[in-house]
């Protein structure tokens, strides 16, 4: 792949990041983690996107004739109606964990995306530039490092009724300094190498050469080792929800069933155990997926692939 000058021409050759992120992934795919991950997390998707629509059931729905119905393969409830069982109110465990599923995936992705753009954008900015500019950015990261996530969500969210978006926003600015060193490492090595320099002499802009040859070139290996980032939110935001920062009842959320549920931990376990078991599924499934990702990125740039 070509670079260009600001007029147009060709005046270098820049790594072929495409074949790299190929390469990755490839590799990553061919591992049996890789395809038990995947598996698993199709099979949760389909669900989560398909049952609560086609059972109709509404998560928040209360039936208090149906309160407290164990899950069908215990033996003693033989409807097919509510094949996890049912919460103290009789809501249906099986469409509340799969529809909290979906507000957690939800905010997990939406975070790591959040915490992505801060923190490559920052790293970029400070290892592209420098001196002074690299010096601020980086006291920023530190300032914001020394704030535990916390912290943060107890001042931002226990001041204010928790919505999606705020929580979302928490999470992503909670966990930004840690691709903004990243990119800075990553961005002040490859400022070095001879297509920039030619991109320079070209007559290509500070600005050009950001979002057309550095970003497209690093973002892809940044992008895999997010994977496991999702995760990591996906618990933090169930944490939130158990100490009452997270989504608010009555919407279903992870957190907020599973706080629910440890008040029946004796006689009605399956309304902490259901979501806990979705969420251990799917968290495991991620960590999976990301952890071979992050091998192949390793194997292919620590095999001079890169």
Known sequence: MSVTTAAG???????????????????????????????????LALATALYPELSSIDPTKMDVKARLLPPLFLGNNWSWAHPLGTDQIG????????????????????????????????GTIAGYFGGRTDAVIMRLTDAQLSIPMIILAISVLGVSRPTIPAIIVVLGVSNWPVYARIMRSIVMTERQREYVRAAKIGGSTDARIILTLLL????????????????RM??????????????QPPTPTFGNIIADGRKYLLNAWWIATMPGLFLGLTLTSINLIGASLERARNTVHGGGEG
């Open 9 to 43: 021409g060709p005046i270098a050759h820049k790594p072929a990041q495409r074949s790299i992120a190929r390469r990755i992934f490839d590799k990553a795919a061919s591992t049996p983690g890789f395809r038990v991950g995947l598996s698993i997390f199709v099979v």
């Open 91 to 122: 809501r249906d465990m099986l469409v509340r964990s799969l529809v909290g599923l979906r507000y957690s995936f939800l905010i997990g992705v939406a975070s790591v995306i959040v915490m992505l753009a801060i923190g490559c954008a920052l």
């Open 216 to 231: 497209p070139l690093l973002l892809p290996p940044v992008l895999f080792t997010s994977v496991l980032d999702v995760a």
């Open 234 to 247: 996906m618990i933090f935001e169930s944490t939130l929800g158990f100490l009452g920062l997270g989504v």
